[in-house]
């Protein structure tokens, strides 16, 4: 195979292999291949790239690591798909379109923003797999496998479910792509919106998912936030996606990723935002949510994105916790409310009530809340009342409301954390800052 | 100095549910051994074996048997092979401890002195 001719190295002479290479080429590849094939042989695109993968974990320990790894690994995927349109007997066109797309990766060779043709097939991939009609559980686990080169075990890993759920997720999803006749391609323009729409909501989940739990105990679900970001950034890379909403949504999760190196102490434990050293915040993140924020500014909509943005903005902006603009914050948080009328977002802007308006105002707000019932189960209305509760010196109320709040599930440094919160209003301490 | 070749057999049809960062990082690791066999200079070469073919023969009385192979019996297969040279078999042991290809299912290492029969060895 020509492939394997490639000049060989042994030892450090040539760089290391960039972080994540194969994962990204995975997805690349599967996306380009899949366009080839047809969007109903996805599962053959994955197979023939994980053999191609393969073929480098067989070769590469003896013959050394290639200097161009990408157009190496596309060229064996070049291979084996011709194997698979001849055993199929596919059209010459096809034959033709499986050369471009080899000639289109490979003359790219390692050189960064691989974009173009390969950034549309990846992006197609991405709408495809954020179909609408899927369920955003299955939007997520095959966004995970198909495009960002997750195995079943690591999306296991990362979602907190059962491997034999995602791969079951998986078949599912695929098939019910097939039956749809779901196709490769950009969707066209009157039907943009909504499938973009699909799109940015696996982006934020995904987010989600790592953002919540990255606390260093679980290393895929940390890596999830970049995920996200970078996926959101692809959706960036074509003018007709590239929307003042899809900038809001990066606006936002850089913003709160920046926060990422403050959010634990030297042991780990999580700080909440009045507590984080703030010139830990990542500034190129920052830099960056502000350059995002700026640009989703164009055009008319204002989408919830732009109002989280907008809120996050504003811490991002303070430069000391005391110096934070509430005011403003609560007014997004009252749009963002006539927006989408959700309870977890009255729960966070409890807060800002109650940093503007006082305690009483903001505890009345979470019996309201409370009454309501639709949060019942979520530890953060509870560990908020009692944090509310404790603020106002009313420490038995308080104790009840963290026992509440401890009955709840959630993930273990939260608990820790909130049963540290518990002992040190039991032993009668003053009570942090809201 | 004495050499030995390495004979690394592993279980290839385990491989299909690696996954690509699982891939990168056996990779890596390789890379990893070999760099720092080469800097210590034991290693002298590495060379994979084709997938496809082989034959084995055999005199059956005569007569020259030839079959493919070495295929059927087991699911082991010769992924390829390292020359390197080592005081001893004790010293070539302690530098395949953290040869990779352990960690594969079904995964070893054959370490085998190559014997110069009283001969100087190529390049000394």
């Not at chain 1, 019996?367 to 944090?387: E, I």
């Not at chain 2, 004790?90 to 953290?98: F, I, P």
Request: negative net charge.
């Amino acid at each position: 195979m020509a492939a394997s001719e490639q000049p060989r190295t042994r030892g450090a002479s040539v760089a290391p292999l960039v972080d994540h290479l194969f994962r990204r080429q995975y997805g690349r590849m599967v996306a380009g291949l899949a366009r080839v094939f047809g969007s109903d042989l996805l599962d053959l695109a994955e197979d023939v790239v994980q053999e191609a993968l393969v073929r480098a974990l067989r070769v590469w320990p003896f013959e050394g690591v290639p200097r161009e790894p990408e157009a190496w690994l596309v060229q064996v995927a070049r291979n084996l798909a011709l194997d698979v349109l001849r055993r199929r007997s596919m059209t010459e066109r096809k034959l033709r379109e499986l050369e471009g797309w080899a000639d289109s990766l490979s003359s790219h060779g390692t050189s960064a923003p691989v974009l173009a043709e390969v950034g549309d097939d990846t992006l197609a991939m991405m709408f495809m797999c954020c179909h609408p009609s899927l369920s955003p559980e299955a939007r997520v686990a095959l966004t995970l496998k198909t495009l960002a080169g997750f195995g079943v075990a690591e999306i296991a890993r990362a979602l907190l479910a059962k491997e034999a759920t995602v791969a079951q997720r998986l078949t599912r999803a695929k098939a019910h792509l097939q039956r749809e006749g779901a196709t490769l391609a950009l969707p066209a323009a009157d039907r943009l919106p909504r499938r973009l729409d699909s799109v940015l909501e696996v982006v934020y989940l995904l987010f989600n998912e790592g953002y919540s739990a990255a606390q260093g105990e679980n290393l895929v679900r940390a890596e999830l936030v970049h995920e996200a970001i970078r996926l959101g950034r692809l959706v960036l890379s074509t003018p007709q996606t590239a929307l003042p909403k899809v900038h809001a949504l990066l606006a936002l999760l850089s913003f709160l990723a920046a926060r990422l190196p403050a959010r634990t102490d030297a042991v780990g434990e999580p700080l909440t935002l009045p507590q984080q050293d703030r010139s830990l915040w990542d500034r190129q993140l920052l830099a960056s949510g502000f350059e995002h924020f700026a640009r989703s500014m164009a055009g008319d909509e204002i989408s919830a994105f732009h109002l989280e943005a907008a809120i996050a903005s504003c811490h991002a902006a303070a430069p000391t916790y005391e110096a934070t603009d509430w005011p403003t914050i609560r007014h997004r948080y009252d749009q963002l409310l006539d927006l989408i009328d959700s309870p977890v977002v009255r729960l966070n802007r409890a807060v800002a009530i109650a940093k503007v308006e006082g305690l009483v105002a903001a505890l009345a707000e979470l019996d309201d809340l409370r009454a309501h019932g639709t949060l019942a189960g979520y530890y953060l209305l509870p560990a908020t009342h009692a944090q509310f509760l404790w603020s106002a010196g009313r420490r038995d109320e308080a104790r009840a409301a963290f026992a509440a709040a401890l009955a709840c599930p959630c993930s273990i440094p939260e608990r820790e954390f909130l049963r540290r919160r518990a002992q040190a209003c039991e032993r009668g301490e003053p009570a942090p800052r809201i | 100095m004495t050499h030995y070749m390495l004979i690394l057999r592993s279980e290839p049809s385990t491989y299909a549910t690696i996954s690509p960062e699982e891939i990168q990082g056996l990779i890596q690791k390789f890379e990893a051994w070999s760099s720092k066999m080469a800097a210590r200079g034991h290693i002298r070469d590495g060379k994979k074996l084709a997938d496809e073919g082989g034959r084995v023969l055999h005199n059956q009385g005569g007569r020259l048997v030839v079959k493919d192979g070495p295929f059927g019996e087991t699911k082991e297969v010769v992924g390829g092979v390292y020359f390197i040279t080592a005081d001893s078999y004790d010293h070539a042991v302690e530098l395949c401890r953290d040869q990779p290809n352990l960690e594969f299912p079904g995964g070893s290492i054959e370490i085998r002195e190559l014997d110069w029969m009283g001969q100087e060895p190529p390049d000394g």
